[in-house]
């Protein structure tokens, strides 16, 4: 009973703290900050929507990347950059805008993703969970999620380390644009990215340490066939929508990398099956998670049958025509919960990782449409 009490108490707090907002990451906790900037300065009153607030962070980011590059006497570098590539100076100043914009709109994406996850616990996972342990496994995800004093540590760590990185390609490696030190407007650009990166790096790591965990939670699901419940089907879909964000993500900077010729054709196609294996890494680690507790239901299913059974036959009774006909009848649902499936893998489902992987084979087809072109005999 004490139990029982500890786990409604735990389940009450967590959903009360997630109705209350308590629980914010490092990006949430800097839009707040940038939108009370926003409507300070425009005066507004009301909260501005997302989408807004992502377009001028977009648009600011790069007005001051390119000031800085501009007052820092590295410009002419800055134009070489596109120049290098067969662009002109417009699109070669667009592209390197372009990179900026799609890093700081996956880093919003992926929080904004996130914090579905926060809506469906509040909402239905923390009311089918069964046990304090993943109760506890679940706050204690969340609280690193949202530490974000750990997520700026971890961050600014992790740009410092890779400072000297940036400075030894542009110095080293023959073939990039700036072809040596491109100034310290250009790496200070750089590096900002590399800030962002990283932000958006650790939420991911977040999301597959979640689904990496998730097998060990104990989750009430439909006994007679756990694989049919909603709840499986919402976690599946909920995963499934993480692989095609990073699906998409992975095909616009594939399309990117392969359009400014960075790699050659034969170098494109392994550099395209190396982006596919995060996705079917993913994919993977979501289904068998699932699996798991699919398969840890139906046994807990399975074995209170069997005991049920066992204690029929320890009356030896069978004489008794009840009885037989209670074990006859414990015995055929043994044997259809039994054949249910032990994974939430359907035809939906193998659909949706046809599509993920379909998408970074677009971007490559795209990438190299002269080549695709030729094969079909047509110039470019």
Same mark, same amino acid.
């Given at each position: 009973?004490?139990?029982?009490?500890?786990?409604?108490?735990?389940?009450?707090?967590?959903?009360?703290?997630?109705?209350?907002?308590?629980?914010?990451?490092?990006?949430?906790?800097?839009?707040?900050?940038?939108?009370?900037?926003?409507?300070?300065?425009?005066?507004?009153?009301?909260?501005?929507?997302?989408?807004?607030?992502?377009?001028?962070?977009?648009?600011?980011?790069?007005?001051?990347?390119?000031?800085?590059?501009?007052?820092?006497?590295?410009?002419?570098?800055?134009?070489?950059?596109?120049?290098? $590539?067969?662009?002109? %100076? +417009?699109? @070669?100043?667009? /592209?390197?805008? &372009?990179? =900026?914009?799609?890093?700081?709109?996956?880093? !919003?994406?992926?929080?904004?993703?996130?914090?579905?996850?926060?809506?469906?616990?509040?909402?239905?996972?923390?009311?089918?969970?069964?046990?304090?342990?993943?109760?506890?496994?679940?706050?204690?995800?969340?609280?690193?999620?949202?530490?974000?004093?750990?997520?700026?540590?971890?961050?600014?760590?992790?740009?410092?380390?890779?400072?000297?990185?940036?400075? $030894?390609?542009?110095? %080293? +490696?023959? @073939?990039?644009? /700036?072809?040596? &030190?491109? =100034?310290?407007?250009?790496?200070?650009?750089? !590096?900002?990215?590399?800030?962002?990166?990283?932000?958006?790096?650790?939420?991911?790591?977040?999301?597959?340490?979640?689904?990496?965990?998730?097998?060990?939670?104990?989750?009430?699901?439909?006994?007679?066939?756990?694989?049919?419940?909603?709840?499986?089907?919402?976690?599946?879909?909920?995963?499934?929508?993480?692989?095609?964000?990073?699906?998409?993500?992975?095909?616009?900077?594939?399309?990117?990398?392969?359009?400014?010729?960075?790699?050659?054709?034969?170098?494109?196609?392994?550099?395209?099956?190396?982006?596919?294996?995060?996705?079917?890494?993913?994919?993977?680690?979501?289904?068998?998670?699932?699996?798991?507790?699919?398969?840890?239901?139906?046994?807990?299913?399975?074995?209170?049958?069997?005991?049920?059974?066992?204690?029929?036959?320890?009356?030896?009774?069978?004489?008794?025509?009840?009885?037989?006909?209670?074990?006859?009848?414990?015995?055929?649902?043994?044997?259809?919960?039994?054949?249910?499936?032990?994974?939430?893998?359907?035809?939906?489902?193998?659909?949706?990782?046809?599509?993920?992987?379909?998408?970074?084979?677009?971007?490559?087809?795209?990438?190299?449409?002269?080549?695709?072109?030729?094969?079909?005999?047509?110039?470019?």
């Amino acid at each position: 009973m004490t139990t029982d009490t500890a786990l409604i108490e735990k389940r009450e707090e967590l959903k009360r703290r997630l109705a209350a907002g308590e629980y914010k990451t490092l990006v949430d906790i800097f839009l707040a900050w940038f939108e009370r900037l926003l409507r300070k300065i425009t005066r507004q009153s009301k909260p501005l929507p997302l989408w807004f607030i992502t377009v001028t962070l977009c648009v600011i980011s790069a007005a001051v990347t390119n000031a800085a590059i501009y007052f820092a006497g590295d410009w002419t570098a800055y134009l070489r950059n596109g120049a290098s $590539f067969g662009f002109g %100076t +417009v699109v @070669g100043i667009l /592209i390197n805008i &372009f990179n =900026g914009f799609l890093t700081i709109i996956i880093t !919003i994406a992926i929080n904004q993703y996130i914090k579905r996850f926060f809506i469906l616990w509040q909402d239905t996972i923390l009311d089918r969970t069964e046990s304090f342990t993943s109760l506890r496994k679940f706050e204690n995800w969340i609280t690193t999620c949202c530490n974000w004093r750990m997520h700026l540590l971890i961050t600014i760590a992790l740009t410092i380390l890779s400072s000297p990185f940036v400075l $030894f390609i542009e110095n %080293t +490696v023959p @073939g990039l644009p /700036i072809g040596g &030190f491109g =100034g310290y407007g250009l790496t200070s650009t750089s !590096i900002v990215i590399y800030i962002f990166t990283y932000v958006f790096s650790y939420q991911i790591f977040m999301v597959v340490f979640l689904s990496a965990n998730l097998r060990n939670y104990d989750l009430k699901i439909f006994v007679a066939d756990p694989g049919s419940s909603e709840l499986i089907s919402r976690l599946s879909s909920e995963f499934g929508f993480f692989v095609y964000l990073v699906a998409i993500y992975v095909a616009i900077y594939s399309f990117w990398i392969y359009r400014l010729g960075l790699f050659a054709t034969s170098l494109s196609i392994l550099v395209m099956l190396f982006w596919w294996l995060p996705i079917v890494v993913l994919f993977a680690l979501n289904q068998t998670s699932l699996s798991s507790i699919i398969y840890r239901a139906k046994w807990k299913t399975l074995n209170e049958i069997q005991m049920k059974v066992e204690k029929l036959q320890a009356m030896e009774n069978f004489e008794s025509k009840e009885t037989m006909e209670a074990i006859n009848r414990l015995m055929d649902y043994h044997d259809r919960v039994k054949a249910t499936s032990d994974s939430a893998l359907d035809f939906r489902t193998y659909l949706s990782l046809f599509n993920s992987l379909l998408l970074p084979l677009l971007a490559f087809l795209l990438g190299n449409i002269d080549l695709v072109l030729k094969l079909f005999g047509i110039n470019p």
